[in-house]
């Protein structure tokens, strides 16, 4: 159902997404109650895998990792309206550190889309940075807590395959002119 939804731009798309989130949230605080549903933060957090598209091969084990982290919560969301009933459920149940619980796969996801936030903050704050400075520096802050000393490792060797980032934007941009063409039809395009 969400596979043909493409017709603004990826990264303008995940923009959107996560700002209606946000102030959703923010509306929900004013009235003391933060009930989010997690089809709405599923549907934000699918839009995000198309970054990795970009990324190359060496980050197909990070995609894998995430999709399947979001795609639980996908399936958890037939049974649970919001994120807080998961938790709720995984708390009563002493379950929330539980390898494949949904609040534990849920707190992967959260840490995977903080690092995507940590990492275009670098990119904001210098154009000095490589992506492999700015991926190493927003993973370091973000999920090497989290992680095992092998997967630490096997990321900060995959940290050396990384496109520059100039090759980044390019692969962006390759994939939002596609989408574009898909939106205008292929063949209409301006010769000037
Ligand atoms: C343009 C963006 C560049 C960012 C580059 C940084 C990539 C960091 C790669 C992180 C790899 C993590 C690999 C595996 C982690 C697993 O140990 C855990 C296992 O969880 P468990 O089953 O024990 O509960 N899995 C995760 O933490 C799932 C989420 C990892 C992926 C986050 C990456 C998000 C980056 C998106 C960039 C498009």
Not at 76 to 96: C, G, H, P, Q, R
Not at 137 to 144: G, I, K, L, N, S
Request: contains cysteine.
């Amino acid at each position: 159902a969400m596979a043909e939804s493409t017709s603004t731009p990826p990264l303008t798309s995940i923009v959107e997404a996560f700002e209606e989130l946000g102030k959703f949230l923010q509306s929900q605080q004013q009235q003391q109650q933060q009930k989010l549903s997690l089809d709405t933060f599923c549907q934000a957090s699918s839009l995000v895998s198309i970054l990795f598209s970009c990324l190359g091969l060496a980050f197909k084990f990070a995609e894998m990792e995430y999709v399947s982290k979001v795609d639980d919560l996908v399936e958890a969301s037939k049974t649970y309206d919001t994120l807080e009933s998961i938790i709720d459920f995984d708390v009563a149940n002493d379950m929330v550190k539980t390898p494949g619980s949904h609040s534990r796969n849920l707190r992967r996801v959260r840490q995977g889309l903080d690092l995507i936030r940590a990492l275009f903050e670098q990119f904001l704050s210098t154009d000095d940075y490589s992506l492999r400075e700015a991926a190493s520096t927003a993973y370091a802050q973000v999920c090497a807590p989290y992680h095992s000393w092998t997967i630490r490792t096997a990321v900060a060797a995959g940290m050396y395959a990384l496109p520059s980032r100039d090759q980044l934007l390019v692969n962006l941009e390759e994939t939002l002119s596609r989408e574009e063409d898909e939106k205008v039809h292929p063949g209409l395009t301006s010769g000037d």
